[in-house]
């Protein structure tokens, strides 16, 4: 690949509520976490963060991640 060539990966963003306000946004795969007030601002800030992550640590994909939610109890 040529230094000026483009890879797009595709990877997963959670994003969920940050108890101060705004919204947390984490890439499982790599492990990077930010925020941003706005969904839109996390998941930017999320995506520059992964980008630079992945510039240090090449990613060696194993194929793609399932995505599922799971139910637990509540504990008041």
Do not use: W
Not at 4 to 24: K, Q, S
Not at 45 to 67: D, I, M, W
Request: glycine share 8%; hydrophobic share 40%; aromatic share 6%.
């Amino acid at each position: 690949m040529l230094a000026n060539d483009t890879c797009h990966m595709h990877l997963t963003a959670v994003i969920i509520p940050a108890e101060e306000g705004g919204f947390v946004a984490m890439n499982p795969e790599t492990g990077t976490t930010t925020q941003g007030e706005t969904i839109p601002e996390a998941l930017s800030n999320l995506r520059e963060a992964t980008s630079l992550y992945l510039e240090e640590f090449p990613l060696q994909t194993t194929g793609k991640p399932l995505l599922t939610t799971f139910e637990v109890a509540g504990h008041a």
